[in-house]
């Protein structure tokens, strides 16, 4: 099974931009979705963005004109390009490999968390 593993994290000022990078241990291309998610401090994890084998994203609102998802199948690598952050950004960043079930047209988490990376926005 394919481990993904994040970095990139780092202390920001709001307004200021980090990108982030989610490493495949092994070829991406065949993996139905990647998705990032994060946890801030005494709340639950939540969903940030997808993507799919084929290129289509899935943003959660609170990041859409703010983030933007991008893949490297070359590089088996998937980016998060985050810009104009804020406070409530900060959170530790996962990346999981997500499974499509077409008979709920659905995607499930698949594989395992990471160690994640740790996204700082304060001045």
């Known amino acids: 099974q394919v481990q993904l593993v994040e970095s990139g994290g780092g202390l920001v000022q709001p307004g200021g931009s980090l990108r982030l990078s989610c490493a495949a241990s092994g070829s991406i291309a065949s993996i139905n979705a990647i998705g990032w998610y994060r946890q801030a401090p005494g709340k639950q994890r939540e969903f940030v963005v997808r993507i799919t084998s084929g290129g289509s994203t899935s943003y959660a609102d609170s990041v859409k004109g703010r983030f933007t998802i991008s893949r490297d199948n070359a590089k088996n690598t998937v980016y998060l390009q985050m810009n104009s952050l804020k406070s409530e950004d900060t959170a530790v960043y996962y990346c999981?490999?997500?499974?499509?079930?077409?008979?709920?047209?659905?995607?499930?988490?698949?594989?395992?968390w990471g160690q994640g990376t740790q996204v700082t926005v304060s001045s």
């Open positions: 999981r490999p997500l499974t499509y079930y077409s008979y709920s047209g659905s995607y499930f988490l698949s594989g395992s």
